[in-house]
T-cell receptor, first 115, second 112 residues
Framework: DAGVIQSPRHEVTEMGQEVTLRCKPI?????LFWYRQTMMRGLELLIY????????DSGMPEDRFSAKMPNASFSTLKIQPSEPRDSAVYFC?????????????FGDGTRLSIL | SQQGEEDPQALSIQEGENATMNCSYK?????LQWYRQNSGRGLVHLIL???NEREKHSGRLRVTLDTSKKSSSLLITASRAADTASYFC????????????WGAGTKLIIKP
């Protein structure tokens, strides 16, 4: 079975550019999570969706960040404009079940470097 | 604030030895989960233990949960080089609306 698929795996771009990260969750999973991982702050939940609806976006750092889930098989995380402090590994994860505390399946992440 | 905090932050042992990592948390939980992260990869779910369970096994993994002490331990027996990874615990605190809250992880190095 295909797991969670993220693209691109690596992204290097200049400050001020728009960045779009993509995620395809596991089919049938109702929950989708976006995380950011850095050495300094560890793993941070940015936003999560249930049945394509954003439930909690309190972890989104600023208005420069936005996330969408137009359908059950696709989600995007956008940063516009990007800044060097946005450099991190961004993970998408999905899970099944009725509540968001069930085991999560992670993609291999997008390593983002903003110059 | 972090719900789960792993201890130690880093652990280096010889292949074949047992590795024990601990996780402490602050509020009541429904379940506690352990994940592994290999370098450059995403997290992989290892085991889930519910608040009414005290111990669970999966292969060479043994997880215990002490709700009175608000702590859990992950034991890896007969460690292998392939167990080298970071290990994270995640809990759903009573105030978190079932959201998982993550610890900072324990970096485990198995020396051949």
């Amino acid at each position: 079975d295909a797991g969670v698929i993220q693209s691109p795996r690596h992204e290097v771009t200049e400050m001020g550019q728009e960045v779009t990260l993509r995620c395809k969750p596991i089919s049938g999973h109702d929950y989708l999570f976006w995380y950011r991982q850095t050495m300094m702050r560890g793993l941070e939940l940015l936003i999560y969706f249930n049945n394509n609806v954003p439930i909690d976006d309190s972890g989104m750092p600023e208005d420069r960040f936005s996330a969408k889930m137009p359908n059950a098989s696709f989600s995007t995380l956008k940063i516009q404009p990007s800044e060097p402090r946005d450099s991190a590994v961004y993970f998408c994860a999905s899970s099944g079940g009725r509540t968001p505390n069930q085991p999560q399946h992670f993609g291999d992440g997008t390593r983002l470097s903003i110059l | 604030s972090q719900q789960g905090e792993e201890d130690p932050q880093a652990l280096s042992i010889q292949e074949g030895e047992n590795a024990t990592m601990n996780c402490s948390y602050k509020t009541s939980i429904n379940n506690l989960q352990w994940y592994r992260q290999n370098s450059g990869r995403g997290l992989v779910h290892l085991i889930l233990i519910r608040s009414n369970e005290r111990e669970k096994h999966s292969g060479r993994l043994r997880v215990t949960l002490d709700t009175s002490k608000k702590s859990s331990s992950l034991l890896i027996t007969a460690s292998r080089a392939a167990d080298t990874a970071s290990y994270f615990c995640a809990t759903d605190g009573e105030d978190s609306n079932y959201q998982l809250i993550w610890g900072a992880g324990t970096k485990l190095i198995i020396k051949p």
